[in-house]
């Protein structure tokens, strides 16, 4: 596995359960997996195309998974997918994720749905389906758009 530029660590009360969940309803692939002695999770690493998250446990008191400061999330993960958001999301539900918003096109191009995991996590998923017109969206949202870079 090569060296991202930015990777997240994400939280769980219960990280294996975690991971059997995000493989399952998300399609994310065990990169990296260390327990210790006792078969507790100290590390790992799930991969998703060429980006990868880290799953841990709320290892300090200032970790702390949704599920224990009442769903409250102070971030949501951003996935893109190559393809077929719409199964994704079907394939998302059957796995028993939440589906807090249902699939739909966005102004700026992209399809995108929201889902909320077990532990509360809220991930947003999006694929590309048109390219981004700076003048088309100004237009539809009535907002200033400044591009840098």
């Known amino acids: 596995m090569g060296q991202a530029s930015l990777a997240s660590a994400i939280f769980y009360r219960d990280p294996w359960a975690a991971i059997d969940f995000l493989e399952k309803a998300f399609g994310f692939e065990r990169a990296m997996v260390i327990s210790d002695a006792d078969g507790a999770l100290a590390h790992s690493q799930l991969s998703f195309g060429d980006g990868y998250i880290m799953v841990g446990s709320e290892w300090a008191d200032y ?87």
């Open 63 to 149: 970790t702390a998974s949704p599920a224990s400061i009442g769903g409250k999330n102070s971030q949501t993960v951003h996935v893109n997918l190559d393809s077929d958001i719409d199964a994704h999301c079907t394939r998302a539900r059957a796995a028993g994720a939440a589906i807090e918003q249902e699939p739909a096109d966005q102004f700026y191009g992209d399809r995108t749905y929201r889902a909320r995991d077990p532990e509360g996590h809220v991930w947003t998923f999006a694929q590309n389906k048109r390219p981004f017109s700076v003048e088309e969206s100004e237009k539809a949202t009535g907002l200033k758009i400044e591009l840098f870079s």
